[in-house]
C-alpha cells in the first residue's frame, strides 16, 4: 500500500474517525474532571491527586492480563465494549449532577471505571491496528492517529473551558460520553474481519504473562525503552494531576483561561506528531528517539515559573516543547514495537511494558497530591519536573546512541 493508500482506506478512515472524535471528547475530560473535582466539589489538593491517581491505577492492577486477552481474542469486539463501559462511567457524573447527587466518591469510581476500561482498550488498540493495515504503513497509520489526538489534545480543553463557563462543570462530560458513542458505532462499521488467533496448546494465564514480561526484560531495546519513560511517566503525571490545581489556586487563572494554555500547550503535540515521520527517515529513528527525549525535557523547568500576564508564557513555553518531544518518541516507539515483536506475542509485550509505564502513574499521581498538600502546590511542582527530567539520562546513556536506526527485528538484539 502506498502512503496515500491510508487516506482511501476505509476501515483505517473509520478508525480514524471514531478515535478522532473520542479523543476530542478525553480531552474535553482531561479539563472537566479535575474542575468538576477543584470548583463543582471543592475537593483538597489529595482528593485531586487520588483521582487522577484512580485513572491510572487499572494499569497495575489489570495490565498484563489485559495483553494475555487481546493475543486470545480478536481485538475489535474488545475495543467497542471498553467504549460501552466509559460511556457508562463518564455519563453517570452529569446523570447524578442532574439531581444534586453528584459525589466525591462517585467521581473516584467513574474516573477508575473508565480507567479499567482504558487499560483493554488501549492494548487492544495497538494489537488490532497492525491486524488492520499493512506493516509498511505502520508509521503512517500511528502518525496519523496520534496527530489526531494531538489536534483534539489542542481543540478539547479549550472547549472543556468554554463549556465549564456555558453549563456546571459536570455536564460538559457530556461531549466525552458522546464521544465514546460516536467511536463504538465507527467501530462497528469497519468491515475488515480479524482473523482468530492461533489457540495455545495450553491456557496458563501466568505463564502466558509471564512470557511477555520475559521477551521485554530479555530485550535491551525493549527494556531501556520501559525504564526510562516509567521514571518520566512518574514525575510528570504527578505535575499533571495537580496542572489544574497549580494554574486555579497558585497562578489564580478563571477555568476559561486554564482551557486555552492547556489547548495552547497541545500545540506542541501536534507539531511533534507531524515532524515525527521526517525527522525518523533524516536522522534515523534510533536518534530521533532518545533526541526527542533528552533535547526537550529540561524546557519543563520553565514552567514552575508561571506568573499572571506574561508569566504565563513561560507555561506554554516549556509545555509546548516537552509535549513535542514526548509525541515525536510516541509515534517512533509505536510504529517499532509493532513491527518488531511477533504478532502472537504482540498484545502482551504491550500490556508488560505498559504495566511499568502506566504502573508508576498512579504512584506518580499520589505523589503529586501528597506533596501538594504538604509542602504547597508551586513547591510539589518544581519537586515533580525536576524529576521528569531523569528520562534524559536514561535515554542519553542507552544502547539507542550507537544505533542510527531501530531494527525491525528482534535478531539484531537477542539470540
Not at 34 to 53: Q, R
Not at 353 to 358: D, E
Not at 387 to 401: D, E, K, M, N
Request: glycine content about 10%.
Amino acid at each position: 500500500m502506498n502512503r496515500a493508500g491510508l487516506l482511501r482506506h476505509p476501515d483505517f478512515r473509520l478508525l480514524w474517525l471514531g478515535q478522532g472524535v473520542s479523543d476530542l471528547g478525553t480531552a474535553v475530560t482531561v479539563v472537566v474532571l479535575p474542575l468538576v473535582a477543584v470548583i463543582y466539589l471543592h475537593s483538597s489538593a489529595f482528593e485531586v491527586g487520588l483521582l487522577s491517581a484512580l485513572e491510572w491505577l487499572p494499569w497495575l492492577l489489570i495490565g498484563l492480563p489485559a495483553g494475555v486477552w487481546v493475543d486470545r481474542v480478536r481485538a475489535r469486539p474488545l475495543l467497542i465494549w471498553a467504549d460501552v463501559v466509559r460511556l457508562a462511567a463518564i455519563g453517570s457524573v452529569p446523570l447524578a449532577a442532574a439531581f444534586d447527587a453528584l459525589t466525591i466518591g462517585q467521581l473516584l469510581v467513574a474516573g477508575f471505571v473508565t480507567g479499567l476500561a482504558t487499560v483493554v482498550f488501549q492494548v487492544a488498540y495497538q494489537s488490532y491496528l497492525p491486524r488492520l493495515v499493512e506493516k509498511a504503513d505502520l508509521v503512517e497509520g500511528n502518525a496519523k492517529l496520534q496527530g489526531t489526538q494531538a489536534v483534539a489534545g489542542v481543540v478539547g480543553p479549550g472547549l472543556g473551558g468554554l463549556l465549564v463557563h456555558l453549563v456546571r462543570a459536570p455536564f460538559a462530560l457530556l461531549v466525552d460520553a458522546a464521544s465514546y458513542l460516536v467511536s463504538v458505532v465507527a467501530l462497528l462499521a469497519i468491515r475488515s474481519r480479524e482473523p482468530e488467533p492461533v489457540p495455545a496448546q495450553e491456557r496458563n494465564l501466568r505463564k502466558e504473562i509471564g512470557e511477555g514480561a520475559r521477551y521485554v526484560v530479555a530485550d535491551p531495546l525493549l527494556r531501556v525503552l520501559t525504564i526510562s519513560p516509567a521514571i518520566g511517566n512518574f514525575f510528570y503525571i504527578g505535575f499533571q494531576a495537580i496542572v489544574v490545581l497549580f494554574l486555579v489556586r497558585s497562578v489564580h487563572a478563571e477555568s476559561g483561561t486554564v482551557g486555552v494554555l492547556l489547548a495552547l500547550v497541545g500545540l506542541g503535540a501536534v507539531a511533534g506528531a507531524a515532524v515525527a515521520r521526517p525527522l525518523g527517515r533524516r536522522f534515523g529513528t534510533s536518534r530521533t528517539l532518545w533526541l526527542s527525549i533528552a533535547a526537550t525535557a529540561p524546557f519543563a523547568l520553565l514552567i514552575p515559573l508561571t506568573t499572571t500576564g506574561a508569566g504565563l508564557a513561560f507555561f506554554v513555553v516549556g509545555n509546548v516543547i516537552v509535549l513535542a518531544g514526548i509525541l515525536v518518541y510516541n509515534v517512533t516507539i509505536s510504529a517499532f514495537r509493532q513491527a518488531y515483536c511477533p504478532p502472537s506475542l504482540l498484545g502482551r509485550v504491550v500490556a508488560s511494558m505498559r504495566f511499568v509505564l502506566f504502573g508508576t502513574m498512579p504512584l506518580g499521581a499520589l505523589l503529586g497530591g501528597t506533596l501538594a498538600s504538604l509542602a504547597g502546590v508551586r513547591p510539589a511542582v518544581w519537586i515533580l519536573l525536576a524529576g521528569s527530567v531523569l528520562p534524559a539520562f536514561v535515554l542519553t546513556f542507552s544502547p539507542l546512541r550507537g544505533l542510527r536506526d531501530l531494527p525491525t527485528s528482534p535478531a539484531v538484539t537477542q539470540g
